[in-house]
């Protein structure tokens, strides 16, 4: 069976990266290594992983800096290569920023800092990072973040949805979908959405939170079960 290398990448300011590692490490069993945002080789791994936190103190946008650092150079080599990348929550504001997704973040249409429990409807199964969910499922999975508004022109929310690069949308416990549900005001309540090429996913919440029966749900850990099987089986 390949083994898979996964990569979590520090900035100054990261603060999930320790879970993150934990959860890939000793609930998954595979390899994983920390990597520092100076790094200028990455080649050895198969997935990188960009944690949740607040990298360079989230000065002048969530993730404005950190897209400047050496490391990213290589994350967009590593994502043109056809390797795959995931950004969580801040992670996913550093992908917005170097353009490896589409989209901007905004702060949360209450101008309140979130930290709760979500639910989360399965937009599409057809990825490398979500093979092991129904399409349509209801899942939970915490969020926590200040600036989660998701925005998305208009021509570019057409192409996702032709394109099927939505992934998870919030909902509520029903599956329902709309505004009220919606915690943070994001476009057309996307949570999570892939490149065109399907193999960079951004999402705001946090699998690594909800990947232990101590966390109160392990709905997250089969993003990283499914990104291991889809590799050992590609
Ligand atoms: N948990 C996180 O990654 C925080 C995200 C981000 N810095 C925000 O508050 O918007």
Redesign the pocket.
């Known amino acids: 069976m390949k083994q898979v290398n996964f990569g979590v990448v520090v900035f100054p300011g990261t ?2 990266d320790r879970d993150t590692f934990w959860v890939l490490s000793e609930v998954c069993k595979s390899k994983v290594r920390y990597v520092w945002h100076t790094e200028t080789s990455i080649d050895d791994l198969d997935v990188v992983i960009l944690a ?3 990298s360079y103190g ?1 000065y002048l946008r ?1 993730g404005a800096i950190a897209h400047y650092s050496p490391v990213m150079q290589e994350v967009k080599r590593h994502a043109e290569k056809g390797k795959l990348v995931l950004g ?4 996913f ?1 550093i992908l917005a920023e170097t353009h490896l997704v589409k989209g901007a ?1 905004l702060h949360n249409k209450t101008q309140h ?1 979130l930290c709760q429990k979500q639910h989360l409807k399965v937009a599409t199964t057809n990825s490398p990072f979500t093979g092991l969910y129904r399409s349509g499922e209801v899942i939970q999975i915490p969020i ?5 508004n998701y925005f998305l022109p208009q021509k570019d929310l057409e192409e996702a949805l032709e394109h099927d690069l939505v992934v998870f949308r919030y909902c509520d416990e029903n599956g329902v979908v709309s505004q009220d549900t919606n915690p943070n005001g994001s476009t057309d309540s996307i949570a999570g959405i892939l490149n065109r090429q399907r193999n960079v996913l951004g999402m705001m919440p ?1 699998p690594e939170r909800s990947s232990e029966f101590e966390m109160g749900s392990i709905d997250g850990k089969r993003i990283f079960e499914g990104i291991i099987q889809w590799i050992q089986s590609a």
């Open positions: 603060n999930c949740g936190g607040f989230d969530s969580i929550c801040n992670g504001q973040f800092f926590a973040h200040g600036e989660g946090h």
